[in-house]
């Protein structure tokens, strides 16, 4: 497991990155309700946009290890390209689990509306995996880090906006209705809706299925590109 | 045998980047592989470490030309990469450790080995500090830990002195013989001629993927070597019979230029001594320059074309 203890190393290397990784989830807490909309305090609200940039900037270790030849030097050691990303994502996925237990559990303790806390911890693990399953699909397109963050921020706006997770989704066009069921965003505001007004089990199972259907779609777009 | 490449082609797409290539690499030897850039130097390191499959040909590695790139061939092979391939956040021991790690070291012996290869690059006081912190040649340095560390019987350098200064260039020099002579097989990738003349127990030649010659450094000057140049600068041009050295045997051209006497001989003509006693007959000799051919003269003549830059001569 030497490349998953260096990738949780390598992530809290310095106090700027411990500080985005802990310190956000601890503000989020913090951040107060809308009147009308959301239904969840905004810092739970946009916690998947967060979770979104959070994976890119962690599988940005990945794009690193290429742009500095790292990955030809792993690449030509008696280690596979699997267990080389597999430690990577196990990694980036620890840290968020982390990330959504302070949040969520957080949220708890001190007293926050959080309806159903232990299935929103669930949302957010399994939005956590296709999120990150996303970051490394993105950056197997691209070779520089600074490049792929750019358009990323771009996308993760677009894609928050259009999936419901920014405005409700009944207030876009038919058409972007239809498009947005397309997007991971879409079934994390989805889930949010059903943490808050509950329902039936099978449509959070539906929510969590298709997240986790994402997560093998974009691992396999991502994972087919060389490591070097 | 180290390694073998046996009638080796590899393309991109259209394009011809390594050309029926038959390379051998004994045991203990330093191969220089010396070309101009777009050679093919970096493709034939990748298809030799199983980085790039090649289009036709075989790649054997300690015998092996079955399975040549299973782990415990490659536990036995390092890479030191042409970018200096180091995690600058982390200390120079971690950088290390981690190199270590993913070649399956472990507990005492994963501590020693990390500790030696530091101390062999003359890092073992820096051992704490961060990468990023670092001179270029001292992360170059690193770098050549990193690849070290496993204890490597192979070792494939991709111009592993790009950019530093010659303190850290002649470090690195020295550590590469002290491997050879501590039983490392180095295939030595460069475009720096001065380099392989220095350490190379062979030089092999590549140019627009193919190789276009291979022996060691004297071997392959000699087969070139038609003429030699003699410059001496006199005191008193004027003066001097140039008549006289014309006449010597093999003597092909005496050129006057200003206070300098060029003289253009047959190689190994022996005529140094003949040339100075007939210039201080006339006049005194203040300085005398024997130009001999190296391995860009070697390239030049092979290919019409200069080494460094690949452009024409």
């Known amino acids: 497991m030497t490349v998953f203890h260096f990738v949780l190393k390598r992530s809290i290397a310095n106090k700027t990155s411990l500080l985005i990784l802990f310190l956000f989830p601890v503000v989020a807490i913090f951040l107060p309700s809308g009147e009308y909309w959301p239904h969840l305090p905004y810092g739970y609200q946009y916690f998947g946009i967060f979770i979104l940039f959070i994976s890119l900037k962690l599988s940005g270790l990945i794009l690193e290890d290429r742009m500095r030849g790292i990955a030809k030097k792993v690449s030509i050691a008696p ?55 996303f970051a490394l699909m993105w950056i197997s397109f691209f070779r520089n880090k600074e490049i792929s963050m750019l358009i990323f921020m771009s996308i993760i706006s677009v894609i928050a906006l259009i999936g419901g997770v ?17 997007l991971p965003t ?43 | 045998m180290i390694a073998s490449l046996n009638g080796i082609v590899k393309r991109y797409d259209s394009k011809l980047v390594l050309d029926y290539i038959d390379l051998d ?12 850039n777009g050679a093919g130097k970096s493709t034939l390191i990748r298809c030799l470490t199983g980085m790039e499959t090649v289009n036709q040909g075989n790649v054997t590695l300690f015998g092996d030309g079955k399975k040549p790139f299973q782990n415990k061939n490659k536990e036995k092979i390092g890479l030191v990469t042409q970018e200096i391939s180091i995690f600058p956040e982390l200390t120079a021991q971690e950088n290390a450790n981690f190199f270590a790690g993913i070649y399956g070291l472990k507990g005492e012996v994963r501590k020693r080995r990390v500790a030696e290869a530091l101390a062999f690059v003359g890092l073992a006081e ?56 501590n039983g490392t097989t180095i295939l030595y990738t460069t475009h720096y001629m001065e380099e392989v003349e220095t350490i190379a127990s062979e030089v092999v ?27 001496v600068e006199v005191s008193h041009p004027e003066e001097v019979s140039l008549e006289s050295i014309q006449a010597l045997p093999d003597v092909k051209q005496v050129i006057k230029d200003g206070n300098q006497i060029l003289v253009v001989s047959s190689a190994n003509s022996g005529h140094l001594d003949r040339i100075l006693t007939i210039i201080k007959e006339d006049s005194g000799v203040v300085g005398i320059n024997v130009e001999k051919a190296n391995l860009e003269d ?5 290919t019409g074309r200069t080494l460094r830059d690949g452009g024409s001569a």
């Open chain 1, 79 to 133: 280690i596979s390209h699997f267990s080389y990303l597999a430690q990577n994502l196990l990694a980036y996925f620890s840290i968020l689990i982390l990330q959504c237990l302070i949040l969520v559990y957080g949220g708890v303790l001190v007293g926050k509306e959080l309806y159903q806390p232990f299935w929103l911890f669930i949302l957010f693990i399994t939005f956590s995996m296709a999120s990150i399953a």
């Open chain 1, 166 to 182: 920014l405005i409700p989704i009944e207030l876009l066009p038919e058409i972007l209705q239809k498009i947005a069921i397309m």
């Open chain 1, 186 to 228: 879409f079934w994390l505001a989805w889930g949010i809706d059903w943490v808050v007004f509950g329902g039936e089990l099978k449509e959070f199972l539906l929510v969590n299925g298709m997240l986790i259907l994402y997560m093998f779609l974009f691992l396999i777009t991502g994972s087919v590109k060389k490591l070097h």
């Open chain 2, 25 to 36: 690499i004994n045991e203990g030897q330093i191969i220089g592989l010396l070309g101009p």
């Open chain 2, 126 to 181: 820096h051992t704490k500090g961060r990468a990023q912190n670092f001179s270029g040649g001292m992360q170059r340095r690193l770098n050549i830990a990193c690849s070290l560390v496993h204890d490597p019987k192979f070792l494939i350098m991709d111009e592993p002195t790009v950019g530093i200064d010659p303190q850290s260039r002649n470090h690195i020099l020295q550590a590469v013989k002290k491997l050879q002579r």
């Open chain 2, 205 to 231: 030649i590549l140019d627009k993927g193919q190789i276009i010659t291979r022996g060691t450094v004297q071997d392959l000057i000699r087969n070139i070597q038609h003429e030699e140049r003699i410059k």
């Open chain 2, 298 to 302: 070697v390239f030049l003549t092979l």
